[in-house]
């Protein structure tokens, strides 16, 4: 008798859990398109280093080989003095976006939120002097906006303890500052950063929604139980994605790449604009507003989320194109939504074969379901 009780409390919890998890993401599911926003001192030097096109794009400290001491200088003249967190709202809700996704620290290391615990940050480093991101998580509660962190778990160009296994041994690694690989202990990083940045990050802001994590490299398995115990011992309603790695994430994560059928479990595809993540001065060819309008389509209709990134400049102002993109992408899903209430893979049909159709044809429209 005993051992039977002792099996359905097993079930009981695990169903439990289950349901907490179904639950919080109910939303997210329903969102289906959310803006992805890459921001950081990469932004400050546009794809230029020294006078030259910069090799890595947003990555380029590692790529042209800069000290962390010679990156660190970018800061001194960032001062993002034309940001309006209310406008980026704004339009991001224009377009029927249902929540963002920010950069609060790249591979970088650098912090773009006041973080007591590491200086590195642009509150602290800055002639800007503050917290944007308490403006921006304020502008999206206002607006029933959704809001989450981007955060870079595996790859840390400031920390000295943060190797890397792709695509070989180092490969992504500050080799510059800590050129002995053999010597870091990711334990450390994780004890002396990570946690005290997430912590921030989920108590310093009220609500976050989402923590999404890139880069997981290192990471042991119980390092990732314990940092999602950690988020939702904060915010237990916050979700989190696969890249918090060993199975301990709410969704799986597809980069620049669409699935090729529909999936039951929930997933999202984060796609850019142009070429880059951040903001490149010369990165000025992007896709079509039709094209990212036929990709957000298909995306939904495999059960997918579109995250749709652009790169905000220094001066914290959305790139003009990447704002007539959007407004028009909007003014093509309104003509969507008026034959359907809802994109909805188990309501309406859509023809995922739109993305390969010539431009010049006209955009079709997904139909309801005839019993």
């Known amino acids: 008798m005993k051992f039977k009780f002792s099996i359905l409390l097993i079930l009981l919890i695990t169903f439990s859990a289950f349901s ?156 510059v500052d800590y050129p002995d690989e053999d010597i870091k202990v990711y334990s450390r990083y994780f004890e002396r950063k990570v946690k005290p940045q997430i912590k921030e990050l989920l108590t310093q802001y009220g609500k976050i929604d989402v923590i999404w994590f890139d880069t997981p490299e290192l990471i042991s398995p119980e390092e990732s139980k314990e940092l999602r115990e950690l988020i939702l011992e904060h915010q237990p309603e916050c979700i989190i994605n696969s890249r918090i790695k060993h199975g301990f994430g709410d969704y799986k994560v597809k980069e620049q790449e669409i699935v090729d059928g529909l999936e039951v479990e929930p997933w999202e595809a984060c796609i850019t604009m142009g070429k880059n993540w951040g903001y490149i001065e010369y990165d000025t060819i992007y896709k079509s507003s039709e094209l990212m309008t036929r990709q957000l389509l298909e995306i939904v209709s495999k059960g997918g989320n579109l995250l749709l990134n652009n790169g905000p400049t220094a001066k914290g102002e959305i790139t003009d194109l990447a704002q007539e993109r959007l407004a028009e992408m909007e003014g093509g899903l309104s003509k969507i939504q008026k034959e359907s209430t809802v994109l909805n893979p188990g309501k309406y049909k859509v023809n995922v074969l739109w993305i390969h159709q010539k431009r010049t044809e006209r955009l079709s429209f997904p139909k309801k379901k005839t019993r």
């Open 20 to 175: 907490q998890s179904a639950g919080k993401m109910e939303w997210w599911k329903d969102a289906k398109f959310g803006m992805f926003m890459h921001w950081g001192l990469y932004s400050q030097t546009a794809g230029y280093w020294k006078g030259h096109k910069a090799k890595g794009n947003e990555h380029f400290m590692i790529h042209e080989k800069i000290s962390l001491k010679e990156y660190a200088t970018i800061a001194d003249d960032f001062n993002p003095v034309n940001y309006d967190a209310e406008k980026w709202v704004l339009t991001a809700k224009a377009a029927g976006m249902k929540y963002i996704i920010i950069t609060s620290k790249h591979h970088d290391g650098f912090a773009m939120f006041d973080s007591p615990s590491n200086d590195y940050n642009i509150k602290e480093r800055t002639p800007y002097a503050k917290d944007p991101m308490t403006e921006l998580v304020a502008a999206c509660h206002k607006h029933d906006m959704k809001f989450g962190f981007y955060y870079s778990l595996g790859r840390d160009w400031e920390d000295p303890d943060v190797a890397t296994d792709w695509p070989f041994k180092g490969g992504r690694s500050n080799l």
